[in-house]
């Protein structure tokens, strides 16, 4: 039977997508390649007795709307809080940061002056993401329809308007400057300014130097787990969790999930796409949504000649490489750390091997080089 929407991909969008076209009355069916949904929120054994997040591990940006909307906890999904949120070990010392003061006291511990840095840099922050936040569920203005979007265009200036020259000044600063800049104008330290730098650069193939990386910083501050503003938490069962809660949720709704089936091809007909190839046949559909990544859209479902060559051009073009490398590891007992031996809730955070917001260390020193390319030392 043929379907008002067929989605390519059952990773969280897609799954996500489904569910709220489904919730307006459409028919939708979901294809999937894998023989499991989730794409990169799937949680795996990848080895006998070891399960685990096998891809993305710690849930934030996860809206609150869509776990509300898709009654997620309801379909099984439990997000906790982490008890540490991050480990820095060092050279011959260690940062932790974490909720109830911990970030702040733990920066103390190291610059007092760095304590003071943080009480600002986290209410400039605030305003900031307070103003990310109203944008986030709102389309963006459609910059191609002109007219139409200048109204839009007009909304976002006029938050922009309600805030004081102070707030403005941070709002460009972050959106425009390196992470580095902005670090260096609240904090000393260098492990300290490694901490936040590390949310710099998460998701991000780029040094903290690059300008535009200091809105990365907010990025991952712009949303919630288990109802606490800015906090990161785990998805029990690992985020595979996530994405089934989504599919059963889907399949309520009477969505049609189709595992283990590629699409080849979109069909395009008079200049419209009409349907999908996959598992050999053809699906139609008046609407095809597509939820895998846009440069694979373009250069191999979309058929040559079938979009604009200039926009085909761009996507072809377009630089989607990986800055991530994920490696899952059995371990036969909790690791051990020098600068910070016994077991205890660092052990549970995210450990981060940093010392510095630099790419390397001058050798012999524990200063950070903050030196570009032309001047770092061989050895780094
Ligand atoms: C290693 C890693 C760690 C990450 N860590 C985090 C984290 O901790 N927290 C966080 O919030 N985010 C994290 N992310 C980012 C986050 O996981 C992704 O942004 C998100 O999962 C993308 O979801 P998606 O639905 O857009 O795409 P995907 O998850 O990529 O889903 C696309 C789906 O489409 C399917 N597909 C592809 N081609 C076809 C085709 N031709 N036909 C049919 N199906 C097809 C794929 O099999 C896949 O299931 C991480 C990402 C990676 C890679």
Not at 70 to 96: A, I, M, Q, S
Not at 207 to 231: I, K
Not at 322 to 338: D, G, I, Q
């Amino acid at each position: 039977m043929e379907s008002d929407v067929i989605v390519i991909g059952a990773g969280h969008n897609g799954l996500t997508c489904a569910n709220y076209l489904a919730a307006k009355g459409l028919k939708v069916t979901v294809l999937e390649a894998a023989e499991t949904v989730g794409g990169a929120a799937v949680t795996d054994e990848f080895l006998p007795g070891f399960r685990n997040s096998a891809a993305s591990y710690t849930v934030s940006l996860l809206n609150p709307k869509v776990i509300r909307d898709l009654e997620l906890e309801r379909h099984g999904l439990k997000v906790v809080l982490r008890k540490t949120d991050n480990f820095l070990p060092g050279n011959g010392e260690y940062l932790l940061s974490g909720r109830n003061g911990l970030t702040r006291k733990e920066i103390a511990r190291h610059s007092k002056k760095d304590a003071e840095g943080y009480d600002r840099y986290v209410a400039d922050l605030e305003a900031v993401v307070a103003l990310l936040k109203k944008w986030l569920l709102r389309a963006p203005p459609n910059v191609g329809a002109r007219l139409s979007a200048i109204p839009k265009i007009l909304t976002l200036g006029k938050d922009m308007a309600g805030l004081s020259l102070a707030e403005t000044r941070v709002v460009h600063d972050f959106a425009l400057r390196s992470a580095t800049e902005v670090l260096e104008r609240y904090f000393e330290t260098d492990i300290v300014k490694a901490l936040f730098g590390f949310d710099g650069v998460v998701g991000n193939f780029n040094s903290p130097n690059a300008p535009g990386s200091a809105y990365v910083l907010l990025h991952h501050l712009f949303g919630e787990a288990a109802g606490v503003p800015g906090a990161w938490g785990h998805a029990i069962g690992g985020m595979g969790s996530i994405t089934q809660a989504m599919a059963r949720s889907a399949r309520e709704k009477g969505v049609d999930i189709v595992l283990g089936t590629r699409v080849e091809e979109i069909i395009v007909e008079k200049g419209k796409a009409a349907g999908v190839v996959a598992g050999g046949k053809a699906w139609r559909a008046a609407t095809i949504v597509a939820g895998v990544n846009p440069k694979m859209l373009f250069d191999r479902l979309v058929p040559q000649g079938a979009v604009d060559p200039d926009v085909h051009s761009r996507m072809h073009h377009w630089k989607g490489e990986s800055a991530t490398f994920r490696m899952n590891v059995a371990l036969s007992e909790l690791p051990k750390f020098t600068v910070l031996p016994k077991k205890g809730d660092h052990l549970t955070a995210g450990i981060i091997m940093a010392r510095a917001l630099a790419t390397c260390t001058r050798p012999g020193s524990t200063r950070s080089s903050m030196a570009g390319p032309r001047t770092r030392s061989s050895k780094c």
